[in-house]
């Protein structure tokens, strides 16, 4: 009877050690833009407690300068270059006079790569997408790549309307 109990609670104690996981991605921010990275003239109190809580990367690398194929990198795991998603949708698709000849670049993330979000569902996680997505059209959305609800990720990058429906 104590060794059932002993291990009962041992099941209770692993399930509660695992953490929650918020991945927060935010363009055109810099690293030094928040409080709680040293910025003295924005405010960002929310934020600021939501780090004290948190794991902060102190250190970093930005597989691309660009939205898209940092996104994709992100979710993947995996280069740009090796996703052939090395520039947002619109420039890929609008090539213009460009004087250079530009390899094959894909517009959406392709639904054989696996994402963050799969492997996360796979592990019991119940995984959410909320803003920008940019990394593909209506059948590569966020809900195809693992997530089990996605508020505002389009092709567009941003919702079409800001208002409701």
Known sequence: MVLASLNVGTAV??????????????????WSDLHCYGSTFHETPYLDRFARQSVQF????????????????????????????TIWREAALNRGNRKLLEPVTRDQ???????????????GYYTAHIG??????AETYPEAHGFHVNIGGTLWGAPQTFFYP
Do not use: F
């Not at 104690?13 to 810099?30: F, K, Y």
């Not at 993330?109 to 592990?123: M, R």
């Not at 920008?132 to 059209?137: D, I, T």
């Open 58 to 85: 102190r250190q970093a690398y930005a597989a691309s300068p660009v939205c898209s194929p940092t996104r994709a990198s992100i979710l993947t795991g995996r280069h740009p270059a090796r996703l052939h998603m």
């Open 132 to 137: 920008k997505w940019h990394v593909g059209r």
């Open 13 to 30: 104690a692993r399930r509660a050690a695992r953490p929650n996981v918020i991945l927060i991605i935010a363009d055109d921010l810099g």
């Open 109 to 123: 993330l392709p639904l054989s790569e696996t994402t963050l979000a799969e492997i996360l569902q796979q592990n």
